[in-house]
């Protein structure tokens, strides 16, 4: 496939801490028969995740190529007035291009909806959904702006009537606040865990659909799902009681099958996006990191994080498919850095020598696999490559929402 000859779309598809520990059992069990499909006839593998075990880093890792000192996003808070003060990262911190950046410079349709520090929206060559766009009526939400902007976020009790596919329990949405020094209820964790995350991936799968169906399918799209980790912290012990040792029979049976029935719910996204493709697309479908108990080394030890019983891993999942895929093959040691350089090559272009993962031909069938892999210093030279200006936030209330999320995680004090 040479790079003049018309490469297929791509998909990408980001979601947040799959481990093949998991996925594997919830496929060979006929729960996930899109990702089932894409994985006989794909490659796939684990996905090295970086040090620092923080979401919009690694993510914008995976989308840059590069470190975070190099890319600029190092924690999910920055303390612009000081410590005790923590804002969320956003888009104004990042320090290098994306390939949305580099392949729009190339002229190809781009798409990117709810990826990690989007906000604020960036002119791209063609459409974006910034990553607090599900909060709505927020300021540079969208490219072009007021894109979408007519989609409304996901109301509450929307999440609520979805709740009994996911899990057997009297939602009380009454009991669902957290007390300062008082132990989570029940009606918190579900809260907090679940209609958070539901509501969220409900509303970018939303916007996906809206824009696969309205404009011209794009000629790279990039998706991103945070939900699937969000469940895991919340729901890990009640699927896995028995390293916890404490966990009530009752309440296995309401939660045991939240995490799987969320994955299920998932794939069946998944599946919605690709039956818009008509000719295969490449899919590439990663995570940032896996997850586990939280037991052992990982225990939550602290009594305000007691509701959270599953915990990172350092690796995620890998799956590629389509056009010049290798059908079959385990790739081995990938790394979140390969991503970026992996998807250049595949569409025919250059690898930055900045950037810090190298191409995964192991994927590829020979056609792309022993192309010479080709090289340019760098992609931060680009016409599009400017500063972000410095704007105002959301408004307080998103960024105590973002905060408020980050805290129930242990991840700020
Ligand atoms: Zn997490």
Redesign the pocket.
Known sequence: MAASAHPPRVVVLGL??GTWDLLDGFIARGLMPNLARLRSRGASGKLQSSDV?S?PVIWTSIATGKTPQKHGITWFVRFPEGPGNPRPVDRTQLTSRTLWNILGDKRLDVAVVGWYVTWPAEPVNGRLVSDIAHYGSIDDEAFPPGYLSTLAPVKESEAISAMPSFMDFAYDPSRATHREGEPPSLDFLVYDRFVRAYSRDLFYSRATEALLRDGPLPEALFVYLRGT??V??GFWKFMDPEPFGDVPPDQVEKFGKVIERYWSWIDARVGEILAHYKEPPLVLIMSD?G?GAAVGDNVVTEHRYLHLS???RSQGILLANGPGVRAGATIEGAAVYDVAPTLLHYLGYAVGDDMDGHVLTGLFDPSIADRPVEHVATYETGATSQPAPALPRPGEAVDRAQLEHLRS?G?IE
């Open positions: 947040d801490a075990s979401s980790d969000d895991q912290h990191h997850a599953g915990a990172h995680l991840y």
